[in-house]
């Protein structure tokens, strides 16, 4: 981890939409000797209870959620250009089905809470799950986005204050 600093997240100028919703992140959970990642924009940052959150949502179908639900911490990882073949394959493929870290040649760092990101990522914010909810269908007061669900498998979602923002030096 010599290549980063830990910042306070406020002092993080990324424009946050563009940082998510166009660049995407890499959720990942576990350890460095086990761990899932996959590609992500459904998420949020913000304040909550006093404290920096990240909002992620998780599929229960997902690999990435077993690992989401043995532990407490979690990481997003964020990455120039260079890599969104990376970040298209972490978001097509399953790991179930092909050995991620293998295939994306990503070099895996112990993070301090100890979760797992990685050496390559030019952001990461490290993340310990405070809140958990399930997404459900009666929810919805608009009923729109229910166009990106077949009906039975709705996202759960994590709240998790920010415990550690780590910028490329």
Same mark, same amino acid.
């Given at each position: 981890?010599?290549?980063?600093?830990?910042?306070?997240?406020?002092?993080?100028?990324?424009?946050?939409?563009?940082?998510?919703?166009?660049?995407?992140?890499?959720?990942?959970?576990?350890?460095?000797?086990?761990?899932?990642?996959?590609?992500?924009?459904?998420?949020?940052?913000?304040?909550?209870?006093?404290?920096?959150?990240?909002?992620?949502?998780?599929?229960?179908?997902?690999?990435?959620? /077993?690992?989401? +639900?043995? %532990? =407490?911490?979690?990481? &997003?990882?964020?990455?120039?250009? !260079?890599?969104?073949?990376?970040?298209?394959?972490?978001?097509?493929?399953?790991?179930?089905?092909?050995?991620?870290?293998?295939?994306?040649?990503?070099?895996?760092?112990?993070?301090?809470?100890?979760?797992?990101?990685?050496?390559?990522?030019?952001?990461?914010?490290?993340?310990?799950?405070?809140?958990?909810?399930?997404? /459900?269908?009666? +929810?919805? %007061? =608009?009923?729109?986005? &229910?166009?990106?669900?077949?009906? !039975?498998?709705?996202?759960?979602?994590?709240?998790?204050?920010?415990?550690?923002?780590?910028?490329?030096?």
């Amino acid at each position: 981890m010599n290549s980063f600093k830990s910042v306070n997240p406020e002092q993080l100028s990324d424009n946050m939409f563009k940082l998510i919703a166009k660049d995407w992140t890499l959720i990942t959970a576990g350890n460095v000797d086990s761990y899932n990642m996959m590609t992500a924009n459904w998420l949020g940052v913000g304040y909550l209870w006093m404290k920096h959150v990240a909002f992620v949502f998780i599929r229960p179908t997902r690999y990435t959620y /077993e690992f989401t +639900e043995k %532990l =407490d911490e979690m990481s &997003l990882n964020f990455f120039t250009e !260079d890599y969104r073949e990376v970040l298209n394959l972490c978001g097509k493929k399953s790991g179930r089905e092909i050995n991620k870290p293998e295939e994306c040649k990503l070099s895996p760092i112990a993070l301090n809470a100890g979760g797992v990101g990685f050496d390559e990522a030019r952001l990461i914010l490290n993340c310990k799950k405070i809140c958990t909810a399930n997404v /459900e269908d009666f +929810e919805f %007061l =608009d009923k729109a986005p &229910l166009k990106w669900y077949d009906g !039975d498998t709705y996202h759960k979602m994590y709240i998790c204050e920010i415990t550690e923002a780590l910028v490329r030096e």
